[in-house]
């Protein structure tokens, strides 16, 4: 057995209200969508990662999502824009990452960072 995919499943009234976020901001694909149900995602990367955590480091809360972005500077910059203020950062961490934390459109706790 291998296992092929995981994907982070979010309790959302308005499945629609992902699209500013995830595809306009973001700029990730619409991999799937069928109405109740819509998955963003990247159609040439597909990466199979899971964490379990106690905290989220710094003294930061454990995030609900962590997106890894090529300049974290430029996705603060687009949150900012659509009006997604940051809720930490950005911060240069000592393990290696520059990141900050933003709520997405149901709440969820999403930590966007780049390794530097």
Do not use: C
């Not at 379990?52 to 999502?65: C, L, N, R």
């Not at 930490?88 to 933003?102: K, N």
Request: charged content about 25%.
């Amino acid at each position: 057995m291998k296992v092929k995919r995981i994907v982070t499943n979010v309790n959302a009234r308005d499945v629609a209200a992902a699209k500013i976020f995830y595809q306009d901001v973001l700029g990730l694909d619409v991999l799937m969508d069928h109405g109740w149900i819509a998955t963003y995602g990247s159609s040439a990367e597909m990466g199979i990662q899971i964490s379990f955590a106690s905290e989220g480091g710094s003294g930061t809360p454990v995030p609900d999502i962590s997106i890894e972005v090529d300049d974290v500077d430029a996705a603060l910059e687009r949150m900012r824009e659509a009006g997604f203020p940051a809720e930490y950062g950005p911060a240069d961490e000592p393990w290696g990452v520059r990141r900050f934390y933003v709520r997405d459109p149901f709440g969820q706790l999403v930590n966007i960072l780049a390794h530097v």
